[in-house]
């Protein structure tokens, strides 16, 4: 009985070593199977990597142009042909670029053409060095007279500035000509109004110097011209300009040019406008050049001029075929 039970208990351990084998293996070809599970999901996920890859791959070709099914061979000859073709650009570019150097250079001397035919019809008859000496020539004209017109213009604002700084003394060259004006005037003017009141005064207007004549008529102050006939506004002018040359030495050439001045007198008023015209010869070393189309007057003059030895000349202004001349009649 005992060794029935001790056969038995080996077997019972036998069978255990057996379940225990069989355990392990179990766990082993769970194990492997898992392995195998990983695998297999890694080999879809190339396969789905390999097929994305195989369409970018079918459009790329399909891009390119290129027939059928993607090739290696098909792929090997189209690379072939298109490095040739490159190639064959990047010469045709050298090419290209050689040919643009050589349009330039017709170009540049298309342009020399056009410049040296100008430059000839410039130059004329003459050649270029020629021409550069009558260019260099003309330019020193030019030079000095932009010289002449530069002294030219320092001479004009020079005597600008003059004129401004006279302007500005204007007032006080009209408040003293008033009593030698007067004097000169009581020798042809009878008329009070005129000869014995102060008749020039000056004013400031605008930063301008205004002068105006008046006379006192009934207390009131009224424009000469208002109230004095024809003569005697002649007669005021010239009395005006006579004081004013005598008072002022202006220029050293004391002349004084006379249109008609007596055109509105009668032979009493013109002689005395003659004899202060013959006072400022003789006293005063005038010349005078008066123009008249009055012959009497003019041979009034002439014997007044004649009396006192005042040597003079008088031209008469004749028509002719080429204009007016002026001839000597004495």
């Known amino acids: 009985m005992l060794k029935q039970i001790k056969i038995t208990e080996i077997k019972l351990y036998e069978q255990k070593e057996k379940e225990s084998e069989n355990i392990n293996t179990i766990n082993d070809l769970t194990n492997k199977l898992s392995e ?28 390119l142009r290129l027939e059928n099914q993607p090739n290696s061979e098909i792929l090997y000859i189209q690379t072939s042909e298109t490095s040739n073709k490159i190639k064959q650009l990047a010469e045709n570019q050298v090419e290209l670029v050689q040919v643009k150097e050589e349009l330039s250079k ?29 260019l260099k020539n003309k330019f020193n004209a030019i030079n000095q007279k932009v010289v002449l017109l530069s002294e030219r213009r320092n001479a004009i604002d020079s005597f600008y500035s003059k004129i401004v700084i006279e302007q500005q ?15 000169l005037l009581r020798k042809i003017v009878l008329n009070p109004l005129f000869a014995n009141s102060n008749l020039l005064s000056s004013t400031t207007h605008r930063g301008k110097a205004h002068a105006s004549v008046t006379s006192v008529l ?18 005021l002018q010239i009395t005006f300009l006579l ?41 005063y070393n005038f010349q005078i050049v008066l123009a008249t189309h009055d012959s009497i007057q003019a ?32």
Not at 170 to 182: L, Q, V
Not at 218 to 235: G, H, P
Not at 263 to 271: G, I, P, R, T
Not at 300 to 314: C, R, V
Request: charged content about 30%; glycine content about 2%; aromatic content about 12%.
């Open 36 to 63: 195998s599970h990983k695998k297999q999901l890694e080999v879809n996920e190339l396969i789905s990597i390999n097929k994305e890859q195989q369409i970018k791959v079918n459009e790329q070709w399909k891009l």
């Open 106 to 134: 017709w170009k540049g001397y298309e342009r020399y053409k056009q410049l040296d035919t100008k430059i000839k019809s410039i130059c004329n008859e003459k050649n270029e060095n020629e021409y550069l000496f009558y």
């Open 169 to 183: 003394n204007i007032h006080r060259y009209f408040e003293t000509i008033n009593d030698p004006w007067k004097i």
């Open 218 to 235: 009934n207390n009131n102050r009224i424009k000469v011209e208002d109230i004095a006939s024809e003569a005697q506004l002649t007669d």
């Open 243 to 283: 004081a004013m040359a005598n008072k002022y030495k202006w220029t050293d050439w004391k002349t004084l040019l006379l249109d008609d001045p007596t055109q509105h007198h009668d032979l009493v008023h013109a002689s005395s406008v003659f004899d202060i015209l013959r006072d400022y010869i003789l006293d």
């Open 299 to 330: 041979n009034l003059f002439s014997k007044k001029l004649t009396n006192d030895g005042i040597p003079i000349n008088i031209y008469k202004l004749m028509p002719n075929k080429y204009g007016v001349t002026a001839e000597r009649i004495q």
